[in-house]
C-alpha cells in the first residue's frame, strides 16, 4: 500500500488518545511491531522538547524569574529579541512553559515580522 494512505488512515480513522487514558495501539503491517499513541495526564508537566540549558545560556535566573513572575504572571508585554531568530523561538517556549500550571492568556507572537511591528501599539499583554 502507498504512503498515502496508511497517513489518511491514521489522520481520518485513528482517534485521539484522551489525557491519562488508555494508549492507542495501531498495528503496521510494514514494521516489527505496532505504533503506540497515548497522551500524559493532564496534570504532568507540560511536554517540551527543549533543553533549558539554551535560555539559562541566555538569560540569568534572576532575569528569566522576573520575565515570568513580574510579567508574563501578571500579564504584561514582553518582548524578546535575538540575532539567532531559533534562539528566540526557542527561548519563547521555554519561557511559556514556565508558567505551568497556568496558561499564557495574551497573544502569543514568538516572531512577529516588520509588517505587524504595529501591533506592539495595542494595549494590554503580548508575547
Known amino acids: ?7 489518511s488512515h491514521l489522520l481520518l480513522t485513528v482517534p485521539v488518545p ?3 487514558g488508555q494508549s492507542i495501539v495501531v498495528p503496521l ?17 507540560p511536554l517540551l522538547d527543549l533543553p533549558f540549558q539554551r535560555l539559562f545560556a541566555c538569560l540569568d535566573v534572576p532575569s528569566v524569574v522576573t520575565i515570568v513572575l513580574g510579567f508574563l504572571a501578571l500579564e ?3 518582548i524578546i529579541m535575538s540575532t539567532h531568530p531559533s ?30 511591528m504595529s501591533c506592539l501599539d495595542f494595549p494590554g499583554a503580548i508575547f
Not at 521555554?94 to 508558567?99: D, G, P, T, V, Y
Open 87 to 116: 534562539l528566540v523561538l526557542d527561548a519563547c517556549e521555554l519561557l511559556r512553559s514556565l508558567l505551568f500550571p497556568f496558561e499564557l492568556c495574551a497573544p502569543y507572537v514568538p516572531r512577529l515580522t516588520q509588517p505587524f
Open 76 to 78: 504584561r508585554k514582553v
Open 29 to 45: 503491517p510494514s514494521l516489527t511491531g505496532p505504533m503506540v499513541l497515548s497522551m500524559p495526564p493532564t496534570k504532568d508537566l
Open 18 to 20: 484522551s489525557p491519562g
Open 1 to 7: 500500500l502507498p504512503l498515502e494512505r496508511f497517513v
